[in-house]
């Protein structure tokens, strides 16, 4: 952790970041070949259409993936993409890999996060 708070990998605007991302696969959406920044926009925009007076969702729409810029810079990807990444829950049978796909996760043998329902549900 104490690797990524020092702030020193790199600095850009969010439309550097964006289009940075597009160089990116996520593992955890194989199916989708559309660019990450396409998603990012598709994301704020349905946020606007369903929030119109929520600039804040509109925002958050946008830069929800930014994070995963990390994986470039040598992240493994289960840290950094939140399809593979559940937290306050089991690992679910529903994602693109599979329970296998978290054998990496150090969280996989913590009971605490091992129940079916998540904290944020419950």
Known sequence: MQHWLKFNHL??????????????VDESDPDVDLPNS???FQTA???R????????M???GLIHDL???MALYGEPQWATVGDTF???????DKCVFGKASFAQNPD???????????????
Request: aromatic share 6%.
């Open 108 to 122: 996989i043998d913590n009971p605490v996060y091992r129940v079916h329902v998540s904290s944020a549900e419950t």
């Open 58 to 60: 509109h925002l958050t």
């Open 45 to 47: 925009e349905r946020a």
């Open 67 to 69: 994070g995963k810029v």
């Open 38 to 40: 396409i998603h990012a």
């Open 49 to 56: 259409e369903a929030h119109p007076d929520k600039d804040w």
């Open 11 to 24: 600095e850009m605007n969010v439309m550097e970041a964006l289009d940075l991302l597009n160089s990116l």
């Open 86 to 92: 559940p937290i306050g829950c089991e690992f679910s």
